[in-house]
Each structure stands twice: as C-alpha cells, then as structure tokens.
C-alpha cells in the first residue's frame, strides 16, 4: 500500500494543524502543518481541510447479523398500541410477496395495557402465516396460532404464545423469511452505515447457537467487500454446554474469538435475575438462564483453552453468581480479561468484586435514557444504584462502551451523548468528553486484546481514526449528536472510498 498523507487535520485533543502519513496501514509519523512539514513526495494526498480526527470508535458489544436483519423484517419499535402493530402486520401481508411477518423491536412498555402480546392477538394478522415479533430486548417473543401449531415442542412450553429466554431458540430465524442475498445486502448497508459514523471496529454475538451453519461463511464474505474493518466474534455456545464446542474456538489464528453467556434475561422483560422481587411485581425474581453449574464448566473449560470468557449479566443476583463463580476458578489477575455485559442493578460491593477480580464491564450508556421510567418501576428504590456505569470507572473497574445494536442504535455519538448526559436527574453519574471517548475507545480496544495495536492516534499504530467536521470535545449533550462524520478510516482503507 503507497503512502497516503491526511492533512490539515486537528488530531484530539492537540490544538494545533497536523498531517497524519500512512503506511502499510500503520501510522508513520504525525507532523506538524507548518513550513517545516515534509513534502511527501510520491504519497497519495488528501485534505481533510481542518477536519477533527479522532481514534477510531469500537463497539464493544452488538449483533452484526441480528441488526442486519431487523432492517429487513417489521420494525415495531416506534408502535404505541396492540392495535397499531396488527394494523402494520395486516398492512405487510397486503402488500404480498411475504412468507410471514417477523417485526423486532417492540417495546409493549409503551402500550396502554404493557404486556407482550399473545397468540390470540397476533392471530388478528393472520391465521395462515406465521408472526413472530420480538421484543426490544431481545429475551421476549410473542408469536400466532400459526407458530404453536408448527412447532409442538413450543405450543407445550409456551401455549399462550409469549415465550421466554431459552425458549426463543426454538424460534426459526428471521433470516429464513428473506433470501441470502437479502441478507448478504442488509450486512453490506449496516457495515457502510457504521463506517459513515466513524466506526471501524465491532465485538459481535452472532455465531453459535443463535446462528445457522451459513453464517460465519456470509460474514466472511461480506466482511472482505471492507477491508481494514475490524470484527471479532463473542461466540455463545450450545446448550447443553459440550466443551468440545470451545476447544474448536481455541485452535483459531490470531485473537480468538470471546464466549458469551447469558445468566440472565432483561429488565423491561422481567427476566433478569435480581436478588430480590421486582418492585411492580412481587410474583418474580426474574430467571437464572444458565446454572452455576454450567457456567463454572465454561469458565474451566475457557482457563484451560486460554479463552475470554463474556457473561451477560443484568440483574444483581446474576452478577453476584458470576463472581461467586469467578472468585473460586480463575486468576484474580485476570490474564483472559473475562468481562461482564451490562452490569445494570449493582452496588458499591458487587463493583468493588468486580474491581478485585480484574473484570471488564461493556456497558451502554444510551440503556440510562431509555430504560429510565420502566427501570425505575422494576426496581424502586434499587434504581439509585443502577446503571452505575461512571462509579465503576471511578473504583477502578475497565469500561468500555456499546450499543447492544439492534436493541440501541449503532451511531456513537448517541453513545457519548448519553454518557456526557448520565441517569435522568443524576449529573454525578455524567462522563466528560475525554472519559466517553475513552470508553469508546482505547478502553474498549483493550478489552478485545488489540490495546497495543489501536484505540489510540499514535506513530506505529493502525491508521484507524474518524474525521468530523467540529470538535466534539466543544459540543455538549446537546448538539454532539449533530456533528458529522466526513470520513472513517481503517487500518488506512479510506471510507468512501476516494479516486
């Protein structure tokens, strides 16, 4: 690859105008935009004509596959009633040419009367045809008479058509409702989508048993249509666990992919797995989705296989097992870097476990915002120490920022716009700038092992940065979101691409 030189850029958070020379995909040098700065005689120049360039951000946690498909399927997430979403789903069947209607995205929370709908209600679509319609958080499905009647196993676990948790497995895709090559389509438009808002890595949980055995190879090839960005897997085994599975991961090149398991479901779904009764329903501690059993033999399995080990964990009683299971099996050094996804209900003790044993939390800033009022009435008075995301970087624990993509939007300056904002009516628990990009960054490339090679804007590292067109550290919670990303590049691959 020739050398290529950005100049005229203002490079976070330094003052002053710089070029930026690229070589082989590394940076080369950093020099000042003054006289003395070299000719690059032979390089491939572009002015970015005082563009503000930052490292390029990481999404430490999303589902590639999951947010390429709810493009293709009905987004429900913008309906406010029962009746609004049967309107749509009879409206899609109208129009013809489907095969069933699978919306995601739905938040009943929003409903009048907030609760998922059931076979009964989504048979008002249709009878015939198979509907499927998840909820935001991915851990709730409700489906039609149609479904039951095709899969029996389903009908007998859940007959009134809401199902839970595990039970979702048994759910056929909704990629099987379209074509590969619509799949291979909407992959293409969400990678060129992230690379528009200045985002050149992802940590994804697709593979494994939310997957089918085309997967990987589809992501392959359409990863190679984008050369320089970065994916790696958090692949979630099959359950029952079989550590076979994970010895298959150990034997691949380079950084092997993370294992990601669930302990638990979700807040607004009342499955996640909290210490004591949810607060609006006396009835429910939520779910433990694995045992401990299990999950101690993932972690065994994983220390013995050198692999990271990545448990989702929203409630606090689904923390606290982590750790009682952590504490007893692995390095309280942590050389794995295993980490905790979500970390919502905690408290100063669970956070300084958490701290002790070296952990890593992927949080997302954007659930403050919109969890905040169904959080609220699932916790009560535990919501004060939920979504405690800038005490744990403040005792110390390893934060790195996601979307949880389709359950969030993927752009990261809505990321940092609810960091820089923190929980409704709590401005201690706000980040600054420089702390957000931090997270959104270099924090997050260590997480994924890659600390040494980006996340920063450094001679020797990737040439992975973005370029915007006004200095973000100068905007607030307010206009950040406004700001536009003029250029995205990874590992010095320009996007779009330039002639």
Known sequence: MAHTVFKNVFIHPAARRSHILVQDGKIEAIDPADDHAPDYEGAKVIDLDGAFVYPGFRDAHCHLLSTAEAALGLDASNFKSLDSLIEAGRQAIASGGVKGIYAKRLNETHFAHPVMPKAEDLDRISEDLPVIVVRVCGHLASVNSRVLKDIPELAERAPDGVVLENDID????????FTKDDLHRA????????????ITAISSNDLGRFGKDEDEALLDDVLSLF??????????????????????????????????????????????????PYSDDKQTSGQDTLDDETHRAVFETANRLGLQVMTHAIGDEALSRTLDILESVSDPLNPLRHAIVHAQVTDDRLISRMRNLALAAIVQPLFTRSDSKVA???????????????????????VAFSSDAPVEPLDPLLTLQAALRGKP??????????????????????????????GMLAVGFDADFAAFDRDLRLQDARTISDAKCVMTVTKGHVWPPKS
């Not at 048994?170 to 099987?176: A, D, G, K, N, V």
């Not at 201690?428 to 040494?452: V, Y």
């Open 227 to 276: 050369p320089g960005f970065s994916y790696r897997s958090q692949y979630a085994p099959h359950l029952p666990f079989d550590p076979k599975e994970l010895e298959a991961l150990a034997d691949v090149d380079g950084i092997k992919p993370a294992v990601k398991v669930f302990r638990d479901g979700s807040l607004g779904g009342k499955t996640a797995w909290l210490r004591k």
């Open 376 to 398: 609220k009435r699932r916790l009560g008075t535990r919501y004060r120490k939920a979504y405690d995301f800038k005490q744990m970087a403040n005792m110390g624990v390893k």
């Open 425 to 454: 009516g709590d401005s201690l628990s706000a980040f600054s700038f420089d702390e957000a990009l931090l997270h959104q960054t270099k924090e997050a490339a260590f997480i994924d092992f890659e600390e040494e090679n980006t």
């Open 187 to 198: 992959l293409k438009q969400t990678i060129e989508y992230m690379l528009s808002k200045g």
């Open 170 to 177: 048994l759910l056929p895709s909704l990629r099987s409702f």
